[in-house]
């Protein structure tokens, strides 16, 4: 009779009057994906969120809907769940919120279950959150392992836990969104995400100061990509070197992006800076934060007056390794310039520039250095620099340098400097074809001389070797 007791009794908990399967009051649909576990409903192999929709219990208090196919997830499909506190979809596939039954039946509605404390959507295909999305109750709160590239004006503003690692978050993330979460959070984790070392990034750092200890230290994994590189660095670091050292000193009009960094520690950071001041209206050269080393002043109004109020030194100049000038007003190079490394690049192609000082034009066939020249008035001659072989080697833009009307002869005006012939350039004087010639006619005779005297010798060896006989200078010797 006990034996009978125990087969029944479940039974009879597992099938309710209403049809409805155990205390989680599941229907019968749902029952073949479902299981339910004391306050915990499990479910795998889903298509949808629309069977929940016939639910109506205070039991579970927890829903885990894991490796199913669920597209887009309505949320009024759980209202029928008072109670719930937790919410866990993932490897589900989920791309968004349902938004077909909001325009028909919840067109002016938000989305909330006001209970719900934790809700982990992780290991989906979220590109978004809905901005409608009001969880006020919320303290948990897994996004991490989608592709979402933007967030929600406004989360929760009772937020203890943020995953939103291994996104596609980028320096474009608004930093209001993140000023709401000051108060309460205690754990954020951005990893993975497709964060750049940029400037952009910088309010994340005084923001970080605003975390307790325990949330600014779950930050500290989180790194970023240095620009144009592979290489990434601690994001707090880099954003703290950012806001303390390069940004005070970096000028108004012009982007400074750190492109090496080569410390984990703000106390010990080794790093370059690219500076950008193209297109400003620049007059003057700026004055640099420390360690520049790329420089970019292009399509700006400097002119060789430009030079008068650049002191190198202190404007921290003699580490640059790259320089653009390109389209400016320059006639001239300044041996200024001799003073900076420069062995990357220099580019001051679309200038006035006519000659390239032999000083300047030395630095740079010493090092393998990118060169621009073209798109000036070049006074092509046959002793000026530019048409130097050595120099014209080392021309990025080669096929862009051509000679003006102040060139030397006067029939390669217009020319592309490649294109002339040397002869023509630099033709021989009538004075220097006679000495060529005198110079021709000493070679042919010390050739033809050699060419006798080495006869002579193998004929004497010749004759000493077959008939023992001596060469007749012998003779003659004393």
């Not at 034996?3 to 409805?20: I, N, S, Y």
């Not at 030395?362 to 073209?374: N, V």
């Amino acid at each position: 009779m006990k034996a009978l007791v125990l087969v029944v009794l479940p039974v009879l908990w597992v099938v309710g009057e209403d049809g409805h399967h155990g205390n989680c009051g599941l229907p019968d649909l749902l029952s073949v994906h479902c299981r339910c576990e004391g306050t915990l409903l499990s479910c795998a192999n889903l298509t949808s969120t629309d069977l929940f929709s016939q639910m109506r219990t205070s039991t579970v208090t927890s829903l885990h809907i894991l490796d199913s196919n669920i597209k887009c997830l309505d949320l009024h499909d759980l209202k029928g769940l008072h109670n719930l506190r937790e919410l866990k979809i993932s490897k589900s596939s989920l791309r968004h919120f349902c938004k077909q039954d909001y325009k028909v039946r919840h067109k002016k509605e938000i989305i909330s279950l006001g209970k719900l404390e934790s809700l982990d959507l992780s290991n989906n295909k979220l590109t978004h959150i809905d901005q409608r999305l009001q969880l006020t109750d919320l303290r948990f709160l897994n996004l991490s392992s989608n592709s979402i590239t933007r967030l929600p004006k406004k989360l929760p503003q009772h937020l203890e836990v943020l995953d939103l690692s291994f996104n596609r978050l980028s320096d474009e993330i608004d930093e209001k969104i993140f000023n709401q979460l000051s108060g309460t959070i205690e754990y954020i984790n951005l990893e993975g995400n497709l964060w750049t070392c940029s400037p952009k990034l910088s309010w994340l750092y005084p923001w970080s100061l605003t975390l307790s200890t325990s949330a600014r230290l779950s930050l500290g994994d989180t790194r970023c990509r240095i620009q144009n590189t592979e290489r990434s660095s601690p994001m707090l670091v880099v954003m703290e070197t950012y806001h303390r050292k390069v940004l005070p000193k970096c000028p108004d009009v012009c982007s400074c992006d750190i492109y090496h960094f080569g410390s984990s520690t703000i106390s010990h950071a080794v790093y370059t800076l690219l500076v950008n001041c193209s297109g400003q209206g620049l007059e003057e050269f700026p004055q640099l934060p420390q360690f520049a080393t790329i420089l970019d002043l292009s399509n700006n109004k400097l002119s060789d007056a430009s030079y008068d109020a650049l002191d190198v030194v202190e404007f921290n100049y003699p580490d640059i390794t790259g320089l653009v000038l390109s389209n400016n007003q320059f006639t001239i190079l300044d041996n200024k310039l001799l003073k900076m490394k420069l062995h990357r690049f220099l580019k001051v192609d679309g200038n006035q520039l006519t000659e390239v000082p032999y000083d300047i034009s030395l630095m740079i066939q010493k090092y393998d250095t990118e060169i621009t020249l073209g798109g000036n008035p070049w006074a092509c001659s046959c002793n000026s620099e530019i048409n130097n072989i050595n120099l014209l080697h080392k021309l990025s833009d080669l096929s862009s340098v051509s000679c003006s009307e102040a060139s030397q002869p006067d029939s390669i005006v217009g020319y592309k400097i490649n294109d002339i012939d040397p002869l023509i350039l630099c033709p021989p004087s009538d004075e220097g074809a006679r000495r060529e010639l005198v110079l021709q006619i000493v070679c042919v005779t010390l050739a033809v001389l050699i060419v006798v005297v080495l006869s002579k010798l193998m004929y004497d060896y010749w004759q000493y070797k077959n008939k023992g006989k001596l060469p007749w200078i012998v003779y003659k010797m004393p």
